[in-house]
Structure formats: structure tokens, C-alpha cells
């Protein structure tokens, strides 16, 4: 098939490059000409394992171009994926600008009967809007093409985005029209080729299921860091309550692991735009207003334990940063709360020796430009040099089993604050380590 993808930031580009992936004719458009030339000459504006190859090797094809003009991307394509920002507003809302621009655009430049496929993550009811903006568009230029506009919302993770493209674990479908549908299960059914893995749906509950599966997501951190920060009062370990309930089948283990709160581009996003969703709707959400006032709590909880480790004072402390992406697999640091302790640590006077294996790049061009509190390091190990503790807060993979006597050699105190409960207790006791986890866990 032959489709345009609008929108070349993360899901966009990881869309369109799986699709020119399974040999159908992908246009990727974007109002950002560097950008474009930049991804023309395989330079990948984010890191996201394994897109540079695909969008190197169909672009090498003429699967996938890159153009900034809508016109002809749509002029040979009867699929055209929307796939641009949804920032948040001042008020918390979903800000539609972008999707409602493209709406217009598509509406001047259309020249053919036409399904728009909405992947921005967007309220209910924006179905609606961008079908009436084109609409409106199409009668000013007195064109009567027909417009279909599906709901079909993206699940990707960061670090992980092209094998849950390629391996989905459903592709919901919020459209009435059985024609429409039947074109984009055709489209998708090489991606879901072993098991059927679509879900149809009306377009209310397609966009209501975006916000629903991540709010749900979000809803069990905050829940598990509540519990976590229970069991230290109790006495009992997290790790071992996760084991415990995560063993019933309708709990089920995955993500349930507490930490130093949830970051990101979207859970903050979209909870605070559910909860906007609802207030606009008469209806005031208990659940979801506590899911993130726990989390931003929960992001200043390493601090709570270095106050109360070494006073509300920090001058003349240095700690070592592990960590700035909000999570591993990725260089993102929007809404990490590695931001948000360095930040009030730097307010208490301490200073910062930083280090992440993706995200230095990112952290000194637009979080800690020119901050003399925060010093970049090469290494872990160069973090921890003089340092009054190492503060754990991204998972990375290297940070799993570091050597401890070379560390000791070189901290001025050994103690560890691990916001993402990585190490052994007895391990490190043994190493002669005072060790801070979340929720006892060990
Ligand atoms: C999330 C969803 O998982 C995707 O399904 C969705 O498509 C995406 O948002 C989106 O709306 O675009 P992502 O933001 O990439 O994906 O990150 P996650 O892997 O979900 O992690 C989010 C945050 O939760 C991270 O800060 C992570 O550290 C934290 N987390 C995750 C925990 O604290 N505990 C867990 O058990 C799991």
C-alpha cells in the first residue's frame, strides 16, 4: 500500500519505518526541513535501538522518503497516518493545534477519497474535529471527496518501540465503516500474521482506550510506591509483597516495580489530560489526581532519605548521579525524575557528579546547560570520586553490578541511595555499605 505518515518524531518514524519495512510505499512528511535532511542521510534525531537500520535500509529502497509537502505524499497515498504532538496546554488539556493544522492542510491539499488515521494520542471526541476541519476545508475549495477519519491508537515504549511495532499485542481499531476497517487489518496483518490481534471498536472508545491502558499503567506504579513506602514503616520488604501478590494470576507480575516515580512523555501527560478530560465532563477523578500526587511525591522520596541521612543542609556534598534518562533504552529525560532530584539537591547546596550511558548529550544541551552545581562524568566511576553517596535513579543496565572495592577506594561515604532497588542488601553490607532502597526492597 502506498501511505503517509505525517509527523516524523517517535512514533511517526517508527511507524512509517515499519510499514516501508514490510514493503509497502511509505511517505514520511514533516514541516522540519533539517530534520529531514538529516533523517535522509540515515541520522536518526533520537535513540531508539534498532530504527537507524530500518530507516537506512528502506530508505536505501525508496520505501520510505521524506518530504515536507504534504500534497504529494497524500496525491499517492489513500492511507494518511496522523502522528504529530499532542503537548499539554497550561491547563493540563491536550493541546490539538498541531492535529487540527494538519486537519486543515489535508483538507486544502486532498485530491482523492481519503482514510486519515489518527495515531496522536488525542481526547475523545478529536475523531470528530479533525473529520469537520477537513470537511470544512474540502467545501471552501467546493471538493467532494470522502474523508474517514479511524482512531488507532499507538502503545509503543520507549527502547523498545520497534519490536512492540513489529510484535504488537493488539491494534485497536476505532472505526463504523466495515470497508475502512477491512483496509487497515489488510495493512496490519503482517505485523499480527501468528495470532489475530485486532480489536474493533467504535472511535470514542479507541481514544478513551489510549488514555484508559496508560492511566491503568500509571495507577499501578503510583499504587506500588504507596505500598512500598508502607512496608519501610512496617518492616516488610516490597520486593518479596511484589513476588507475593504479582503470583495471582489476576494481578500478574509485570510492572509493578516501585521506584523513584514514573517520567516520561506520557503517563504525566495523559493522566493530567484524563483528569481535564473528566473536570470537562462534570466528572472529578479521586483515583487519577491521587495516581499523580503520589508520583510527584514519590519523585522528591530520595531526597526525603538524603535529608534525613545528612540534614537539610547539603553544602559541601557532592553525590554521584546514576542515571538522568526517565528509564533505560533511551536518552528522554522529560519528565525524569532525575530533574527533579537534582534540582531540589542543588537548592539544598549540594553539588552533582552526573553520568548515563544515552542521556549526557540531552541533559547538558537542555536540563543542566552551563549549571555549575552539575558536573558531567565519562564514567560511573569518575562520579563517585570524593562523593558523600551514590544516588541510584535510572536502571541502565551497567549500573547492575559495579565494583564495589574499586568504589569504596574512592567515596568519601560509602552509602548507596537506589531509587530503583538494584542490589543485594547483604551484598553490599558485606562490602561495608549503608544501603537506602524504596520499600525495604532488597
Ligand atoms: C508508555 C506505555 O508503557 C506505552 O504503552 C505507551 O505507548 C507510551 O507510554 C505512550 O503513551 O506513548 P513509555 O513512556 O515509553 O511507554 O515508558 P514505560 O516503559 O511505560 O515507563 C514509564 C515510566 O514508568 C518510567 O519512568 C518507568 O521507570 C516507570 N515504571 C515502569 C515504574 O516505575 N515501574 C514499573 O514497574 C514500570
Request: proline share 4%.
Amino acid at each position: 500500500m502506498n501511505i503517509t505518515v505525517i509527523g516524523t518524531g517517535y512514533v511517526g518514524l517508527v511507524t512509517g519505518a515499519c510499514f516501508s519495512e514490510m514493503g509497502n510505499k511509505v511517505f514520511c512528511v514533516d514541516i522540519d526541513n533539517g530534520k529531514l535532511e538529516k533523517l535522509k542521510k540515515g541520522l536518526i534525531p533520537l535513540y531508539e535501538p534498532g530504527l537507524e537500520d530500518l530507516v537506512k535500509r528502506n530508505y536505501k529502497k525508496s520505501d520510505l522518503k521524506f518530504t515536507n509537502k504534504l500534497k504529494e505524499g497524500i496525491k499517492n497515498s489513500n492511507i494518511c497516518f496522523i502522528a504529530v504532538g499532542t503537548p499539554m496546554d497550561e491547563d493540563g488539556s491536550a493541546d490539538l493545534k498541531h492535529v487540527l493544522d494538519v486537519a486543515t492542510e489535508i483538507g486544502q491539499v486532498m485530491s482523492h477519497d481519503l482514510i486519515v488515521v489518527n495515531k496522536s494520542t488525542v481526547p475523545v471526541g478529536t475523531a470528530d474535529k479533525v473529520k469537520k476541519t477537513i470537511k470544512q476545508e474540502l467545501k471552501k475549495r467546493g471538493a467532494e471527496y470522502k474523508v474517514d477519519v479511524v482512531s488507532n491508537p499507538e502503545f509503543l515504549k520507549e527502547g523498545s518501540a520497534v519490536g512492540d511495532f513489529m510484535r504488537p499485542d493488539r491494534v485497536i481499531i476505532g472505526s463504523d465503516n466495515p470497508e475502512v476497517i477491512n483496509t487497515l487489518k489488510e495493512l496490519y496483518f503482517p505485523f499480527t500474521i501468528n495470532h489475530e490481534r485486532f480489536i474493533i471498536m467504535d472511535v470514542y472508545s479507541a481514544e478513551m482506550t489510549k488514555y484508559a491502558s496508560n492511566a491503568m499503567l500509571a495507577t499501578r506504579i503510583s499504587f506500588m510506591n504507596e505500598m512500598a513506602n508502607i512496608c519501610e514503616r512496617v518492616g516488610a520488604d516490597i520486593n518479596r509483597v511484589r513476588e507475593g501478590i504479582g503470583s495471582d494470576s489476576r494481578i500478574g507480575y509485570r510492572f509493578l516495580y516501585p521506584g523513584c516515580g514514573y517520567g516520561g512523555s506520557c503517563f504525566p501527560k495523559d493522566v493530567k489530560a484524563l483528569i481535564k478530560t473528566a473536570q470537562d465532563h462534570d466528572y472529578d477523578s479521586h483515583i487519577l489526581k491521587q495516581v499523580e500526587k503520589v508520583n510527584n511525591e514519590q519523585k522528591l522520596y530520595l531526597v526525603k532519605k538524603i535529608k534525613e541521612r545528612f540534614g537539610e543542609d547539603l553544602y559541601g556534598h557532592s553525590f554521584a548521579m546514576w542515571g538522568l534518562s526517565f528509564k533505560p533504552g533511551t536518552d528522554d529525560m522529560r519528565e525524569a525524575p532525575s530533574v527533579v532530584i537534582i534540582n531540589k539537591l542543588i537548592k539544598l547546596g549540594a553539588k552533582i557528579k552526573a553520568y548515563d550511558p544515552q542521556a549526557m548529550d540531552v541533559a547538558k544541551k537542555y536540563y543542566f546547560k552551563n549549571n555549575p552545581h552539575v558536573e558531567f562524568c565519562d564514567n560511573k566511576y569518575q562520579t563517585v570520586e570524593g562523593a558523600s553517596a551514590i544516588i541510584l535513579v535510572t536502571e541502565w543496565k551497567e549500573f547492575r553490578s559495579p565494583d564495589f572495592d574499586d568504589i569504596g577506594a574512592v567515596i568519601k561515604n560509602k552509602i548507596i541511595f537506589d531509587g530503583r532497588n538494584q542490589y543485594h542488601k547483604e551484598y553490599l553490607k558485606s562490602k561495608g555499605f549503608e544501603y537506602y532502597p524504596i520499600g525495604n526492597g532488597s
